[in-house]
């Protein structure tokens, strides 16, 4: 006995457990999840484009201080030095060690920056239909860099040594460190309110008309 499949953009497979259903219908912020695993299928936020093209230019301008400006001051001995990021990928690249200035330089400020690039991108192109396909392009480089930005390491990475070092040296957190932990928090929140289904949508509308977002 055979039973006919609805079309293909009604349907909707659980990214966790990969059990294929119906595309739920959902009312401005609420949500579906999966009747099997509880994973969260889709997620209707209002204004998704206003609220996160706010929390990527936030992101943007945090990413300049967070970046540049002193994370820790510290005085050893009489001897008094500031580190941002930047002079430790410097300091790295000076003691020899440029694999590892590479790697921090890329998880900690090139693969950020890009992909709040990409989703600036993607959220100012989504309402006209001839940038969509150049859109596409690039939310998928995102997905795929999203993986390669471990800010969360490397902020784990800077409180660990600053513990350790309070016993040796007189210790002071910068503003620096302020910054990139506001930068981490609102790359957090952009990723909970720009909703990939929202955007996917929005970035397959055929017609012209006004991304529903
Ligand atoms: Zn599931």
Redesign the pocket.
Known sequence: MTQSLPPLEELIA??????LMRHPRVGLEQKA???????E?VTHRSHMRRRSLALVLTALILFVPANFLPIISLNLLGQNAVDTVWSGVLGLYNAGMEGIALVVLLCSMLVPLMKLLCQLFVLLAMPYAELRPAACYWYRVYHHMREWGMLEVYLFGILVSAVKLLDMAELHLGVGLGCFVALMLTQVWLEVTMSPHQVWDALSEKEDGHART
């Open positions: 659980c990214h966790e457990c990969d059990l999840c999966c009747p099997r695993c509880g994973f299928l």
